[in-house]
Antibody, heavy 125, light 107 residues
Framework: EVQLVESGGGLVQPGRSLRLSCTAS????????MSWVRQAPGKGLEWVGF??????????EYAASVKGRFTISRDDSKSIAYLQMNSLKTEDTAVYYC????????????????WGQGTLVTVSS | DIQMTQSPSSLSASVGDRVTITCRAS??????LAWFQQKPGKAPKSLIY???SLQSGVPSKFSGSGSGTDFTLTISSLQPEDFATYYC?????????FGQGTKVEIK
């Protein structure tokens, strides 16, 4: 059974840093791309960023709202994806979800299948 | 960025009703569109990818259609467990973007 479990959320002051983890099980983690999606309280879904598998370079993509402040990385030996969040702002307050992204060979695009349960990040003084 | 616009933003329906939600992209995205269901306090669940392909384990009462800029999600016979918020998402180009959501409520 595929499982994604996020951790590391909590209350943090503006300008500080926080690192979220997404621990995967039930599949060969290194074969898959992973992504982060967030949801501010009472709002819709916002894509944060994405990391390809090592087979496709392990490269990353980010939303403009977090580019330069957030970094996604992965440790395939531990089956963990990370979201390092620096220079946090109050508008980063949200539930952060990690998702598995499937590679569609026919066109080279990725789409989500499994989601974690989310972890809440609150940025406030 | 590609803007995704869903309509309606909310709807009221009865058990057994056929429900259709529309998603429009601000530019053509071929069929690189997904649909998700989210219940209050829960994580989203993937329903459909490639505009019309059901994710594994998703019941066939859900169906999707469309290509280019206009897409629909249809629930053939609404059941109590289907009352939720539904989101579309394009993955044609970065940044991936979501619609604002459609809340399906009980009439």
């Amino acid at each position: 059974e595929v499982q994604l479990v996020e951790s590391g959320g909590g209350l943090v002051q503006p300008g500080r840093s926080l690192r979220l983890s997404c621990t995967a099980s039930g599949f060969t983690f290194g074969d898959y791309a992973m992504s982060w999606v967030r949801q501010a309280p009472g709002k819709g879904l916002e894509w944060v960023g994405f990391i390809r598998s090592k087979a496709y370079g392990g490269t990353t993509e980010y939303a403009a709202s977090v580019k330069g402040r957030f970094t996604i990385s992965r440790d395939d030996s531990k089956s963990i994806a990370y979201l390092q969040m620096n220079s946090l702002k109050t508008e980063d307050t949200a539930v952060y979800y990690c998702t598995r992204a499937l590679y569609y060979y026919a066109n080279g695009n990725y789409y989500f299948d499994y989601w974690g349960q989310g972890t809440l990040v609150t940025v406030s003084s | 960025d590609i803007q995704m616009t869903q309509s309606p933003s909310s709807l009221s329906a009865s058990v057994g009703d056929r429900v259709t939600i529309t998603c429009r992209a601000s530019q053509g995205i071929s069929n690189y569109l997904a649909w998700f269901q989210q219940k209050p306090g829960k994580a989203p669940k993937s329903l459909i990818y490639a505009a019309s392909s059901l994710q594994s384990g998703v019941p066939s009462k859900f169906s999707g259609s469309g290509s280019g800029t206009d897409f629909t999600l249809t629930i053939s016979s609404l059941q109590p467990e289907d009352f939720a918020t539904y989101y579309c998402q394009q993955y044609n180009s970065y940044p991936w973007t979501f619609g604002q959501g459609t809340k399906v409520e009980i009439k």
